[in-house]
């Protein structure tokens, strides 16, 4: 599994982004597909996560209500939708690709086997 991520860029805080992630090589319904985030001098956190077979959505608290993960299975691509980011959200974003576990998608790094390069979000004040 390959995984290339894109649409990161420089926004003033309220605005938005999408992030794609397109992704090679074997995805199919028993994947799950995330998105982490790691700010400077801090780990990897998760952001959000779904069931590529659908059905199963995850997100971290500090996203919830704007931020949307999504995916188009024609494109093997997973997207996430950012509104009303602010400096907080600032990080390199990158996705991943791992065995989804029945009833729940993984909001741990661990559990993801497959990792694309990231892509830069800055958010200025």
């Known amino acids: 599994v390959q995984l290339q991520a894109s649409g990161g860029g420089l926004v003033q805080a309220g605005g938005s982004l999408r992030l794609s992630c397109a992704a090679s090589g074997g995805i199919d319904s028993d994947y799950a597909l995330a998105w982490f985030r790691q700010a400077p001098g801090k780990e990897r956190v998760f952001v959000a996560a779904l069931r590529w077979g659908g059905g199963r959505y995850a997100y971290a608290d500090s996203v919830k209500g704007r931020f949307t993960i999504s995916r188009d299975n024609a494109k093997n691509t997973v997207y996430l939708r950012m509104n009303s980011l602010n400096p907080e959200d600032t990080a390199v974003y990158y996705c991943?690709?791992?065995?989804?576990?029945?009833?729940?998608?993984?909001?741990?790094?661990?559990?993801?086997?497959?990792w694309g390069q990231g892509t830069q979000v800055t958010v200025s004040s």
């Open positions: 991943a690709a791992g065995p989804y576990t029945i009833g729940a998608v993984s909001t741990t790094a661990r559990a993801y086997d497959y």
